[in-house]
Nanobody, 124 residues
Framework: QVQLVESGGGLVQAGDSLRLSCAGS????????VAWFRQAPGKEREFVAG????????SYADSAKGRFTISRDNAKNMVNLLMNSLKPEDTGVYYC?????????????????WGQGTQVTVSS
């Protein structure tokens, strides 16, 4: 089991950037597949981006392609999500999640460990 803590959320305007961070403890994130999900009010939790064990594979939701970048900082045992050109529809609670298998999958039910989430609000 790995403990995950998200940070970096906030209130920004459309077009701004934010960098979210997911800090892990209890296990090295470098040997874990990590993904970011988000949940808007009244909506299902949805996949945003994921990075496989060893960063051999990276996957993005269509809504994130070209704007978001997921990366690892192994020295700090963290996974970051850089979000550029933010839109109001990016608003939601962003969660970091981890799974042991190597592959990135876009369903929340495949992830065993979750953080508490960080709020991102994008105003128009």
């Amino acid at each position: 089991q790995v403990q995950l803590v998200e940070s970096g959320g906030g209130l920004v305007q459309a077009g701004d950037s934010l960098r979210l961070s997911c800090a892990g403890s209890g296990r090295s994130l470098s040997s874990t597949t990590v993904a970011w999900f988000r949940q808007a009010p009244g909506k299902e939790r949805e996949f945003v981006a994921g990075i496989s064990w060893g960063a051999g594979s990276i996957s993005y939701a269509d809504s994130a392609k070209g704007r978001f970048t997921i990366s690892r900082d192994n020295a700090k045992n963290m996974v970051n999500l850089l979000m550029n050109s933010l839109k109001p529809e990016d608003t939601g609670v962003y969660y970091c999640a981890a799974r042991i298998p190597v592959s990135v999958v876009n369903t929340q039910y495949a992830y065993q460990d979750w953080g508490q989430g960080t709020q991102v609000t994008v105003s128009s």
